[in-house]
C-alpha cells in the first residue's frame, strides 16, 4: 500500500501536488466570492467554510486518493467519524470542534467517489472496499485503537470494520441505523428510485445552484427540524462532489441480500462497546429496527431522540456531541 500524507495549513499557503481537482476546484470558487460584494450572512457562512477548507489533507490510500482533517491533539484519545450515502466529511463540521475541544484527536474523511476524495475507477464502492480504505488509512495514520462513529451508509462501513478488524476498534457510534430486511421486489426497485431521485434530479439542479431544492426535499422528507441553511449548502456540495456511479453501486450494494443479511451477523460478533442513535421519525431507518438490531449487540446500547428524522448531523449537532461525549468517556480499555 502506497501512502503519502501532505498537510495544508491554511488556503494562502503553497501546497505540495497532491490534492483533489474537486477541493482546488471549490476552493477558488470560495476564494472568488469572498473577493466580491456579499451579505453578511452569507460572508460568515463562507468564511467559515474556508476554514474548513484550511484543515484539508490528502493521503493516497489503495491508489486513490483520499481527503480527510485531522484535529485534536496528536496524543488523543482517535476518533474516526464516517459519513454517510452521497455526503461528505463537512456533514460532522458541527461535532469535530467540540470533541476536538474535549481531548479526542478527531479524523474525519471522505469515502472514494464522496466528497473532495478521487473516484475509484474500479467503482469498487462496496461495503467491503470502504471498509478495507478505512484499515489502509488508519494504519497510514498510525493511529493504533480507535473510536468510530458513523452515520447512515457509514454505518455500515463502521459495523463491517468492527467485525473485520475488531483489533482496531474500541468502540462504534451509529447514528440513522436499523436492520434492513432483504426484499426482492425493493431490492430491484430502490436502486433505480435512487440513482432517478440523485443523480438524475437532484445531482444536476444542485450544480446549476438552485440548492434550496434539496432544501425543500429534505425538510418534506428526511428531517423533522430545520436545518441552517450554510448545512443544506454543505448537503447540495457533496451531491455535487459526489461521483454518480457511487451511488449507483452503493444503492445496489446495500440492496442484496448477501449484505443485508450479514449485518446481524457482524453485530453479534462485535464484542465492542456500541451505541445506535436513531431519530424517533426516521423515515429510513426505522426506530423499531435499530431496536432488533441492538438486541444482538454483546454491550450495545440503544437511543432514541424525540422529534428526530433521519438528518440527525444537521438537526441536532448540540445533541449529537453531548451523546458521543457521554458515551467515549463511559467507554474503558
Not at 452521497?86 to 458541527?94: G, K, Q, R, V, Y
Not at 440548492?211 to 448537503?235: C, E
Not at 453501486?249 to 451505541?275: F, G, Y
Amino acid at each position: 500500500m502506497k501512502s503519502q500524507v501532505v498537510e495544508m495549513p491554511n488556503l494562502n499557503t503553497h501546497h505540495s501536488t497532491l490534492s483533489t481537482q474537486k477541493y482546488e476546484t471549490y476552493r477558488a470558487e470560495i476564494e472568488e466570492k469572498l473577493a466580491g460584494k456579499l451579505r453578511q450572512g452569507e460572508r460568515r457562512r463562507l468564511e467559515h467554510e474556508r476554514t474548513m477548507l484550511s484543515r484539508a489533507q490528502f493521503i493516497e490510500v489503495n491508489g486513490i486518493v483520499h481527503h480527510y482533517q485531522d484535529i485534536g491533539p496528536r496524543n488523543g484519545e482517535p476518533l474516526v467519524l464516517i459519513h454517510g450515502w452521497d455526503c461528505s466529511a463537512l456533514w460532522w463540521h458541527h461535532i469535530v470542534e467540540p470533541l476536538a475541544a474535549a481531548g479526542y484527536r478527531v479524523i474525519s474523511y471522505d469515502l472514494k467517489g464522496h466528497g473532495f476524495s478521487d473516484s475509484d475507477p474500479a467503482n469498487g464502492y462496496t461495503v467491503n472496499g470502504f471498509s478495507n480504505d478505512l484499515r489502509a488509512l488508519s494504519a497510514a495514520l498510525g493511529l493504533g485503537p480507535h473510536h468510530v462513529a458513523a452515520f447512515s451508509l457509514g454505518a455500515f462501513v463502521a459495523l463491517h470494520y468492527g467485525a473485520t478488524f475488531p483489533e482496531q476498534v474500541r468502540s462504534l457510534t451509529f447514528f440513522n441505523f436499523s436492520l434492513l430486511t432483504y426484499n426482492r421486489i425493493a431490492s430491484a426497485l430502490i436502486p433505480i428510485t435512487l440513482d432517478t431521485v440523485f443523480n438524475r434530479l437532484l445531482r444536476p439542479i444542485t450544480q446549476r445552484g438552485l440548492w434550496w431544492v434539496p432544501f425543500v426535499y429534505a425538510r418534506l422528507v428526511l428531517a423533522q427540524n430545520t436545518p441552517p441553511v450554510g448545512d443544506i449548502k454543505l448537503g447540495a456540495l457533496s451531491l455535487r462532489c459526489c461521483d454518480p456511479e457511487a451511488v449507483r453501486v452503493s444503492a445496489h450494494e446495500l440492496s442484496r441480500r448477501e449484505i443485508l443479511d450479514a449485518v446481524p451477523d457482524q453485530m453479534r460478533k462485535v464484542t465492542h462497546p456500541i451505541l445506535l442513535v436513531a431519530g424517533a421519525g426516521d423515515p429510513i431507518m426505522r426506530p423499531a429496527d435499530g431496536r432488533k438490531l441492538m438486541s444482538l449487540a454483546q454491550h450495545g446500547t440503544y437511543l432514541e431522540v424525540p422529534k428526530c428524522g433521519h438528518l440527525i448531523l444537521f438537526e441536532l449537532p448540540e445533541q449529537v456531541t453531548q451523546i458521543l461525549r457521554l458515551f467515549l468517556r463511559g467507554v474503558k480499555g
